[in-house]
């Protein structure tokens, strides 16, 4: 089934999901409440909560690992839940498990198999995927000599192997150190360049801030603040002006006149705030 030409890379609407205590049979725990959002293509969009906000959740009900209560999820236009959805899509887990006896191109070549990839598309993916995630030096260690920030990029490059044009990343930078964060930073980037859409959930604000286009800030289940970055961390009610080469007599009246003296004005507009103060102003 080919996917609507014009439809975003991911639609959710009005998801609700209710989960059951098995031990008390009329209690339930509402995770997501009417949520809604929309992931452009090409885009990276961060979904950022405290611990059993909901993320995790919605990101699960979007691959088709749970079922939504009431609403729907669409990916490329395709409605999620079907089996066909999904073959344009990446996932990597927040705690991902890998047969630690496999090397590196081993395990690439499972996946691949799993993808239904020929012996020759798994020999040129594992390759390209290696180089992208710098572990070419590793290609034929066994994965139980990797470290955390290792293990995560091999999980990233599985969850390249088809070539999706979708890829969830659920806390890609959980327990790694500063180094590998930075790496898995700059393969995020470079998956934007390519025109990947990606959604990224990450207790990591400042590497959000880095790397995302839009984010939904998400407490309690409710998705309570969502747009554009640069829209979210504007002080609206502040003027920020940047001058160059100004003396300080010009400062002097800089709030009244702004011309002449030879003076630059490098940029106007709002001051920024931090994306970690405004989830802190939203979730607390």
């Known amino acids: 089934m080919n996917d609507t030409p014009d439809a975003p890379a991911v ?4 998801l609700t999901k209710v989960f059951r205590v098995p031990s008390l049979r009329k209690q339930t725990v509402l995770a997501v409440n009417d949520l809604s959002l929309t992931v452009g293509r090409g885009e990276v969009y961060g979904l950022i909560g405290p ?7 919605t990101m699960k009900v979007l691959l088709g690992l749970l079922h939504a209560t009431t609403g729907k999820c669409s990916i490329f236009g395709r409605d999620s839940s079907q089996v066909d959805s ?31 990839l020929t012996k020759a598309e798994r020999r040129d993916q594992s390759a390209r995927l290696l180089k992208l995630v710098d572990l070419e030096h590793a290609t034929d260690r066994r994965l139980a000599g990797y470290s955390k ?8 490059a599985q969850a390249l192997v088809q070539n999706p044009r979708l890829v969830v990343l659920d806390e890609p930078t959980a327990g790694v150190d500063p180094s590998g964060s930075r790496q898995i930073r700059d393969l995020i980037l470079a ?14 604000l400042e590497q959000v801030q880095e790397v995302c ?13 969502e747009g554009k970055l640069e829209d ?18 010009l400062l002097e009246k800089v709030r009244a006149l702004a011309a002449g003296d030879s003076t630059e004005v490098i940029s106007i507009g709002r001051p920024r705030t931090t994306l970690e103060r405004l989830f802190l102003e939203e979730t607390q």
Request: net charge negative; with cysteine; aromatic share 8%.
């Open 11 to 14: 639609e959710i609407e009005h």
């Open 191 to 204: 998956l934007k360049e390519q025109g990947i859409s990606i959604i990224l959930s990450s207790h990591l």
């Open 86 to 116: 999904r073959k344009d899509v990446g996932f990597l887990p927040e705690n991902p498990y890998f047969y630690k006896h496999l090397t590196a191109s081993e395990t690439l070549d499972f996946y691949g198999r799993i993808c239904g």
């Open 51 to 57: 611990n059993g906000s909901g993320k995790s959740t």
């Open 213 to 225: 286009d839009r984010v939904g800030i998400i407490y309690k289940g409710d998705l309570v603040r």
């Open 149 to 156: 920030g290792m293990l995560q990029r091999i999980g990233l």
């Open 232 to 249: 979210l961390i504007s002080i609206e009610d502040q003027t920020e002006i940047i001058l160059k080469n100004a003396s300080p007599a």
